[in-house]
């Protein structure tokens, strides 16, 4: 995913969540052309939708990991944005059709030197 696509709202998230995920052979099989074209249809407008309480940064692991190919980092202004967010994507093709969401990896940044 394009940072493109990533929201520039500036925030202080509450939520920090590192989804890891595996690409299907469905997605490794477009063209470059046609995954940007799937990108700006089923991603892009959830993520504008959501742009002032969600960022979303992609990192590509396939490098260096087998499990996972990317580690899409979620931050979030609250709980009900990031869920709102992922509600969101499962109506797309991008939610088990062309990525496998492995693990889903929630936390606070520094929590415990907020107490």
């Known amino acids: 995913m394009s940072q493109a696509a990533t929201p520039a ?4 998230p509450a939520l920090t969540v590192f989804m890891l995920v595996k690409s ?7 063209d470059s052309n046609a995954r940007g074209r799937m990108l700006r249809e089923h991603v892009e407008p959830v993520l504008a939708q959501h742009r ?3 960022r979303l940064r992609a990192y590509d692991v396939e490098f260096y990991a087998t499990r996972v190919t990317d580690v899409w980092m ?3 202004a609250d709980h009900q944005a990031y869920e709102a967010v992922v ?15 492995v693990e889903i990896l929630p936390g606070s940044s520094n ?5």
């Open 9 to 12: 709202a500036e925030f202080q």
């Open 52 to 54: 002032d309480s969600v």
């Open 87 to 101: 509600e969101a994507l499962r109506d797309t093709p991008f939610w088990d059709h062309l990525f496998d969401i």
């Open 24 to 30: 299907r052979r469905e997605w490794l099989a477009l």
């Open 111 to 115: 929590a415990y030197g907020k107490q």
């Open 74 to 76: 979620w931050e979030a």
